[in-house]
């Protein structure tokens, strides 16, 4: 068989998906810092609080750029999966994950459907 | 946000037949505009036990004796409690509202006889839902963290007081000085304060005590001017000698006095507390020379005492009185969570409705975070995000390995998915990684330096381990990797797989309890495979806030339901020599269930689960 097998695919795909939320997760923690920074006693006028923010600042403007959006190289990752499976397996990629019993996790699905493969509801994992 | 209390969440309660305490009940309802009417009489009264009740919009009588203390438990709940408890339960005019606080009029009785003590009956009616559980815990009682009352806290105990005298006119006189306060709103006389006494014994020391934390550090927010004994001999008690333009009273001892205690004031007079054992032992006796009966025909709006013994231990307590206070709350909502017992012989008196307010005072926002607490918290966040981060790389890196490792025929699919996992893999390394938050870490590291420059001298400047060292903060060696060079003293820095987990205390019990936890740890969701299991019995690493960002160890006692809302903190515990390895690893997300128990009963309440990143 030249195409991926149906363990590796669910593995992998797992992995990409939880990659790319913990872009939310590196987020939220920076943004956090912000906050208590706002509940703080320290004054809002004082400059060094004021420099930590801007840095802070700075920081969730690449964090968002890098880990929330999906970047070129995510994109590519999956795009080159999913046309991988789609050249090599007789059938479509919806037809590889059904007959496959494979369910991949939501955020996988939504950068595949981005890249131009959409993936049906029943092959979507659902998170409780 | 949660509905304050209000006149319609009271009810007036007076004695059936009695015309001078039918006349009281309307004249407390007209002066707060409170509903008197009815549209069905006969569904709004009846008999139980042989004791007629009648309800009138806010309105309660019930066919009581007019004997000030009854002689046993018994009489006391078939003449007040059982009535008013039907009628709050069955009565239309009452089930359609909201009865947070009860008024016990003028010639009602007081209390009880219960053995050697009298109970009051504001202490009894309070749990009126509630079977009598003699000197019971108050769950309510000098909460760690302040709320105002509310219908949860009614689930636990209805404010109650008791408007009575020797005549109705002196009553009416009470209630015009209360309508008084509610019109001027601000306290504006003078504060005496009495903490010592000539009681001996560790129960004596321990409420000295509590009423000098409330002088040193709560006493001045109110603004007030302020009267004080001072300290001379143990066997003294020194005494306020009289009061001047004076607003509130809170002494202990020298159980009687004379009317000219108090002399002519212009302040409105809005609270007076003597903590002694038989203050309020008669209201309506005008020649008992107590404090309860003679500060309020001396125009105090309110006061609380004791009708026999009740104990040093359950004097009130001025610290969450004033705090209340001060942050809007009634007299009678500031009294309940100043209260240490129900069921007991404590009262208030006066109507529990006035609230007052103090000149310029300024209240302290308990959610502002202080300074260095900030610091320490961003820290974490921080160290948290570069753990996500470093996982990130992981999974990634396991996703390309998991491609070397395909054998697939031809070698398609490697040739196919290699370089692009790479490409993925390299975008989120170690070095990109550094990069992305080198800025941040070093602008964190860098703050106290910069903060607190004025702390080190030219030869000794202070700097990033000076001010770790100074807080006893430790920092995650995922920052130290990042930050600029190895500036951060290895002894500054957690061991890696070391944690802290740390939760809020929940609300579990309607009851006043102890609590224990038990904290599970698994790696996944339904904790199918515990790793760790740790019990607060065994107290070490175990720590609870007692007060405001300040921990304390546990104790075999437990944490007390007054610190519900407060955090409590597991510390990982490494130690090689008896065995114990608590560490996890680094960047895994974990999952954590707090289970909440009564130390007393052993009951289990439902767990809370959690999920949190090691980070260091």
Not at chain 1, 37 to 57: G, K, M
Not at chain 2, 59 to 80: A, K, P, R, Y
Not at chain 2, 205 to 220: A, C, G, P
Request: with cysteine; hydrophobic share 35%; proline share 3%.
């Amino acid at each position: 068989m030249a195409v991926i097998d149906s363990v590796t695919y669910k593995e992998i795909s797992d992995l990409i998906n939880n990659a790319q939320v913990r872009g939310n997760d590196i987020y939220s923690n920076i943004e956090q810092m912000d906050t208590d920074l706002e509940d703080s006693e320290i004054l809002s006028t004082n400059i060094h609080r004021q420099f930590l923010e801007n840095v802070i600042a700075e920081t969730l403007g690449v964090i968002n750029l890098r880990h929330i959006v999906y970047t070129d190289q995510m994109r590519d990752f999956v795009r080159r999966l999913q046309i991988h499976v789609d050249i090599n397996y007789s059938g479509t990629i919806n037809e590889y994950l059904s007959n496959n019993s494979i369910q991949v996790l939501p955020i996988f699905a939504d950068i595949s459907d981005v890249v131009g493969f959409s993936i049906d509801a029943a092959n979507i994992e659902s998170i409780s | 946000m949660a509905m304050a209390i209000t006149k319609n969440n009271f009810i007036i309660v007076y004695r059936l037949g009695d015309l001078d305490s039918t006349d009281f009940a309307a004249y407390y309802a007209d002066k707060h505009d409170m509903d008197v009417t009815t549209d069905d009489p006969s569904s709004n009264s009846g008999s139980l036990s042989g004791v007629d009740w009648i309800v009138s919009g806010q309105t309660v009588g019930i066919q009581c004796s007019n004997v000030e203390i009854l002689g046993s438990e018994d009489l006391f709940n078939t003449q007040v409690l059982n009535p008013i408890k039907y009628a709050l339960e069955n009565a239309p005019e009452l089930t359609n509202r909201n009865i947070w606080g009860i008024v016990l009029g003028y010639n009602v009785p007081g209390g009880f006889i219960d053995g050697s003590d009298i109970i009051s009956s504001t202490a009894r009616i309070s749990r009126i839902y509630q079977a009598y559980g003699k000197k019971g815990k108050n769950k309510l009682y000098n909460r760690s963290i302040y709320k105002r009352f509310d219908s949860d806290d009614a689930d636990t105990a209805l404010i109650c007081s008791r408007l009575d005298a020797p005549n109705i006119q002196q009553v009416k006189e009470y209630i015009d000085n209360a309508e008084s306060l509610n019109k001027q709103v601000f306290a504006n006389g003078t504060f005496y304060i009495d903490p010592y006494s000539d009681r001996a014994g560790s129960l004596a020391d321990d409420y000295e005590d509590v009423i000098l934390d409330f002088k040193n550090n709560l006493l001045s927010d109110l603004n007030l001017d302020i009267w004080s004994t001072t300290f001379m001999d143990p066997y003294i008690d020194v005494a306020i000698p009289y009061v001047n333009q004076d607003s509130f009273v809170w002494s202990w001892f020298t159980d009687r006095a004379y009317n000219t205690f108090f002399q002519n004031s212009n302040a409105i007079r809005v609270f007076f507390y003597n903590a002694d054992y038989d203050g309020a032992y008669e209201v309506r006796n005008e020649s008992s020379h107590r404090w309860v009966y003679l500060s309020m025909s001396n125009e105090y709006v309110c006061s609380a005492g004791a009708m026999s013994n009740p104990t040093i231990e359950g004097f009130l307590n001025p610290n969450p009185f004033f705090r209340s206070l001060l942050r809007g709350g009634t007299i009678g909502e500031s009294y309940l969570f100043s209260l240490p017992f129900f069921d007991w012989t404590v009262g208030l008196f006066g109507d529990p409705l006035t609230y007052c307010s103090f000149p310029s005072a300024e209240v302290k926002d308990e959610d502002i975070i202080e300074e260095h607490e900030c610091w320490n918290k961003m820290s974490k966040s921080l160290a948290k995000a570069t753990a996500h981060f470093h996982r990130k790389g992981e999974e990634l890196n396991e996703s390309l390995l998991k491609i070397v490792d395909l054998q697939s025929e031809n070698y398609k699919a490697e040739v196919d998915l290699l370089y692009s996992a790479n490409d993925l893999f390299v975008g989120n390394d170690t070095d990109i990684r550094k990069s992305q938050l080198k800025s941040l870490v070093d602008s964190l590291f860098d703050y106290p330096r910069k903060q607190y420059i004025y702390y080190g001298t030219p030869e000794s400047p202070f700097d990033i381990n000076s001010y770790l060292t100074q807080k006893g903060f430790k920092v995650s060696e995922l920052l130290t990797e990042i930050s600029s060079e190895a500036i951060i003293d290895p002894s500054n820095v957690l061991d890696e797989g070391w944690w802290q987990f740390e939760f809020l205390m929940q609300d579990d019990s309607v009851d006043f309890i102890n609590y224990q936890f038990i904290l599970e740890v698994s790696a996944t969701s339904d904790f199918s495979t515990i790793l760790l299991s740790k019990n607060s019995y065994q107290i070490r690493n175990w720590t609870y806030e007692k007060e405001k960002d300040t921990f304390v160890l546990f104790t075999y006692n437990g944490v007390p339901s007054s610190y519900v809302g407060r955090r409590v903190r597991y510390e990982s515990r490494y130690d090689e020599l008896a065995s114990i390895d608590d560490y996890l690893t680094r960047g895994e997300t974990y999952y954590f269930r707090v289970t909440q128990y009564d130390i007393q009963s052993g009951t289990e309440y439902t767990p809370t689960i959690y999920t949190d990143i090691i980070y260091t």
